[in-house]
């Protein structure tokens, strides 16, 4: 089969739209079908625990822009339920089969559910991932509840916690490990983020456990009891357990996947369980793992909003090239680039800090108002992350692509003739304590794979996670 | 040596409107040494990593401060001469009075009077069928802009006429005139007394805003203040005033664009994008120096190297823009690197995009069958800037 006449995106979120514009750009002529879950056009999700609950922006004003005629048959509200890989052809909740000649999975994450379903049923329990989510946590904050309970100290916690700050609500964010944002940033950086959150009026609870959610009696969430005995009064508990990939529906298609992610190539065609590369199977966004080129081909699982956009767009190219003679397939080597606005901190990353194992503070101070601070593992820069000084991150990009020596040489003037830092220990929580977990992370290959010889026993620390939450 | 000539083209005036000279020569190498030790960067992503680099320093190095001028007392440095952190604090102190989210209307709200004034220029070019662009179209308006935004009164606008020239012509701050230095102290008094008047009577401007706010106790002292005022004063009087003189040309040259512009003005930002690209106002710095060894492209820059990037190179270089000589205004991937990049990337930005599409867009429109009267025109001397000096344009006449 040569021509390519029939494209199918599942998934209707930042990747899948990115996908969907890039074709159109590269002149892509033939029908186009976006199939989503949600019964949403693509919304743009970074906004949910930030202005939102905050009260800044409106859920109706989240719609992603569609900067030219996409000519897209919708298949909004209908979900993925399975591919027959031998058929080229995707089966859809409504019962639908659809035939592709190319397939994009970009089927994302969704919020790992509250452990105790008893619990998590209550009136006032909530996860954040849909606009729908956020629309409701709006509202209940809007009645000025006694307090709000964050389980889990990740971007997607802490971004609550502060929102809920800005309209003076009182906040209880819970961590099981020693800092908040530890499992990103590690917990030297971490404590940082800690004292900052103290200081703008959260109540953090670390290395605290959740007991249970208490029912007050009629049906609601009454209190929060921790493992010291502690008993927290609340009318909203939002638990923020990190994410679990939508890849069940694929169970049985003959693909590599498992919560680290969809293997695929560096050119996101995925590989398939007998280690085949599937040509007309793509894969972008969050649900993906690929071997990255600046890694020296380690597997990473990235949760960017940036890179889903990139990765969705070098999809597409590859979609339409690889029908051509002449293509010469180019490997995905984006960094991995994200951000976070909290408690008044622009916290933004690049490369995969979680990959370290030493941090050294390169400009500023961790107790100052701006910071860079570089990761290393093995004597060589993996990851940077810029605290309140997002334009100076870019210039880390070069040190992170060439892995240079750690610490970095810099000589800078910051340090005034003084001694410059010395590296500390990145401090990383050990596998399956932290409640949230790394946006950027080394995975293994294959579900098979030994992955604690990559140093990372990821399947391990899910496992942990899924059975023991809070 | 003939073959390492390319650098040399570039900075020789005679060759200002052969933007061709030496292009090849830089493009063969990126990174390279001259034979006087400097280093001059010209590839896209050499430049743009060297743009953010945090072992590049745009301070300038103390031995030739020490050099340069031992009896004047030390000068404060503009912020384009700072390094962070010093550099990040003034850079705060001058937004917290200019844009979001502190003032995220300020530059948006120039739109009506940037449109009158334009307006106005062109009804005055009414009464007759040839104009110089560049003097009575580009210059008044970016000038009246940044007066407004800074909060200085129009009619001092002719004292500033005599002290700016110098300041304009000097090639670089080491070239330091007696008439320079004067028109230099003039300035500065000027703005001292201007931030006096305005800390006593307050108004809505820049000058009011970074007079006044104390909210950051790290705020830069008052010499750093006018210093600051000062490069944000004369920006408003040079690149500005390039690009749209630019832009004009190109599109003289490029009647068909001038016609897609007339009927279709959504296009004017693409035209004004690629013209920045291809012409870039600020077309290198050679200011910088390597405060470590910095692997870049294939080469390791030396530490204390001095460092000259060629943006003007890097918006040319075809490994990154198809067809790179070409104006083409429907590139979409068109990131060029005039407005910088990284930590020092143009605060006025915002201001010179909002001005260009407005004034090539009513000069598109307005003025009716011109033509070059000059081809080309005499160019800006200095090889740091790029834009005609004067640009004779015949036309029928002006439409309402």
């Given at each position: 089969?040569?021509g ?6 599942v998934?209707?979120?930042v990747?899948?739209?990115?996908a ?31 202005a939102?609950?905050?009260g ?29 890989r ?20 970009a ?10 379903p ?22 209940r904050?809007?009645a000025?509840?006694?307090?709000v ?12 916690a502060?929102?809920c ?14 800092q ?14 800690a004292?900052?959150q103290?200081?703008?009026g ?15 009696g ?24 990190g ?16 919560q ?9 065609r ?12 793509y ?26 956009v990139?990765m969705?767009?070098?999809?597409a190219?590859?979609?339409?090239g690889?029908?051509?003679?002449e ?17 008044g ?20 101070s ?8 570089a ?33 970095p ?10 001694a ?7 401090r ?5 304590l ?26 391990h620390?899910?496992r942990?996670?899924d059975?023991e939450?809070? | 040596?003939?073959?390492r ?15 061709d ?29 060297l ?12 031995a030739d ?24 604090q003034?850079r ?9 989210p ?20 062109l009804?005055?070019?009414a009464?007759r ?8 179209f ?18 001092d606008d002719e ?11 000097a ?9 320079l ?20 009577d ?10 006044t ?6 705020a ?15 920006g ?6 390039h ?11 490029h ?15 693409a035209?004004?994008?690629?013209v920045l ?6 077309q ?9 060894d910095?692997?870049?492209?294939d ?48 605060l ?48 029928d006449r002006?439409?309402?």
């Amino acid at each position: 089969m040569s021509g390519v006449e029939r494209v199918v995106i599942v998934g209707a979120s930042v990747a899948g739209l990115h996908a969907a514009d890039e074709l159109r750009a590269q002149g892509y002529v033939g029908a186009l079908t976006l199939v989503g879950d949600e019964p949403h056009l693509p919304y743009d999700r970074p906004p949910l625990s930030k202005a939102v609950p905050a009260g800044r922006l409106k859920v109706g004003h989240l719609q992603l822009p569609q900067v030219r005629e996409l000519d897209v048959t919708w298949r909004l509200g209908v979900a993925a339920v399975g591919l027959d890989r031998a058929k080229r052809t995707l089966l859809l909740s409504d019962g639908a089969h659809v035939e592709f000649d190319r397939l994009l999975i970009a089927t994302g994450v969704r919020a790992r559910p509250w452990p105790n379903p008893t619990e998590a049923v209550l009136e006032g329990v909530k996860t954040l991932r849909t606009q729908e989510d956020a629309a409701d946590l709006y509202t209940r904050l809007q009645a000025r509840p006694r307090r709000v309970v964050v389980i889990g100290a990740g971007f997607i916690g802490s971004e609550l916690a502060s929102a809920c700050r800005d309209i003076d609500i009182d906040v209880t964010l819970i961590e099981r490990s020693r800092q908040p944002l530890g499992n990103a940033l590690g917990e030297s950086v971490g404590s940082a983020i800690a004292a900052r959150q103290r200081r703008c009026g959260v109540d953090l609870r670390l290395k605290a456990a959740v007991k249970a959610i208490d029912d007050d009696g009629t049906g609601r969430v009454g209190q929060v009891r921790l493992a010291d005995g502690d008993c927290i009064e609340t009318d909203i508990v939002v638990t923020a357990l990190g994410s679990q990939r939508n890849i069940e529906w694929l169970d049985g298609a003959g693909l590599v996947t498992d919560q680290a992610g969809i293997a695929c190539d560096a050119t996101m065609r995925v590989f398939t369980s007998d280690g085949v590369i599937d040509d007309a199977i793509y894969a972008a966004g969050d649900v993906v793992r690929w071997p990255h080129p600046v890694f020296r081909r380690k597997f990473i699982a990235v949760e960017h909003w940036g890179t889903a956009v990139a990765m969705a767009r070098h999809a597409a190219r590859g979609m339409l090239g690889s029908a051509r003679v002449e293509w010469v397939p180019k490997a995905f080597d984006e960094l991995p680039c994200f951000w976070s606005n909290q408690f008044g901190l622009n916290i933004k990353s690049m490369g995969v800090p979680r990959f370290a194992d030493s941090i050294v503070v390169t400009q500023g101070s961790l107790e100052g108002r701006r910071c860079v601070i570089a990761y290393g593992r093995d004597g060589h820069t993996v990851g940077a992350v810029a605290i309140n000084a997002p334009r100076e991150l870019q210039g880390y990009e070069s040190l992170i692509r060439r892995l240079a020596p750690f610490p970095p040489d810099l000589n800078v003037p910051d340090w005034d003739g003084q001694a410059r830092p010395a590296p500390v220990p990145a401090r990383f929580p050990a596998a399956g304590l932290a409640t949230h977990e790394a946006p950027a992370m080394v995975v293994g290959p294959a579900p098979a794979d030994p992955l604690a010889a990559l140093g990372f026993p990821h399947s391990h620390r899910r496992r942990a996670i899924d059975k023991e939450p809070g | 040596m003939s073959t390492r000539r390319g650098f040399e083209e570039i900075l020789k005036p005679e060759n200002r409107e052969l933007p061709d000279r030496g292009r090849a020569e830089l493009r063969a190498e990126p990174v390279r040494r001259e034979d006087d030790g400097r280093w001059v960067v010209s590839g896209y992503d050499e430049v743009r990593q060297l743009l953010s680099d945090p072992r590049i320093s745009v301070a300038p190095k103390a031995a030739d401060v020490a050099k340069y001028d031992s009896e004047a007392p030390q000068r404060a440095l503009a912020m384009v001469a700072l390094d962070s952190p010093a550099h990040e604090q003034v850079r705060r102190h001058f937004m917290r009075s200019f844009g979001p989210p502190w003032h995220p209307h300020r530059v948006a709200d120039l739109e009506t009077t940037v449109r009158r004034w334009t307006a106005d220029l062109l009804d005055a070019a009414a009464q007759r069928t040839q104009m110089d662009v560049v003097e009575d179209f580009a210059y008044p308006v970016p000038v009246w802009a940044i007066c407004s935004l800074l909060g200085v009164p129009p009619d001092d606008d002719e004292r500033f006429t005599q002290w700016l020239n110098p300041i304009l012509e000097a090639h670089s701050s080491t070239q330091m005139t007696q008439a320079l230095a004067h028109a230099d102290s003039q300035m500065s008094d000027y703005f001292r007394e201007l931030m006096i008047r305005r800390r006593n009577d307050p108004r809505d401007d820049m000058i009011t805003g970074v007079a006044t706010d104390d909210s950051d106790s790290r705020a830069p002292g008052e010499e750093l203040i006018l210093e600051n005022i000062f490069v944000l004063f004369l920006g408003g009087h040079q690149t500005t005033v390039h690009a749209v003189g630019s832009s004009i040309l190109t599109l003289l040259r490029h009647p068909d664009v001038l016609g897609r512009v007339r009927h279709d003005p959504t296009i004017v930002p693409a035209v004004f994008e690629e013209v920045l690209r291809l012409e870039p106002p600020a077309q290198l710095f050679d200011d910088r120096h390597a405060l470590a060894d910095i692997p870049v492209g294939d080469m390791v820059i030396p530490q204390g190297s001095p460092v000259t990037l060629v943006l003007a190179a890097a918006n040319r270089d075809p490994k990154r823009f198809p067809h790179p000589d070409t104006f083409d205004i429907d590139r979409t991937d068109n990131e060029h690197l005039s407005f910088l990049g990284g930590p020092h990337y143009c605060l006025g930005a915002p201001l010179a995009r909002l001005e260009g599409r407005i004034m090539i867009t009513e000069w598109a429109r307005r003025v009716e069958n011109p033509r070059l009267v000059i081809d080309p025109p005499p160019y800006e001397p200095n090889p740091r800037l790029r834009g005609p000096r004067h640009l004779l344009v015949g036309y029928d006449r002006i439409l309402t």
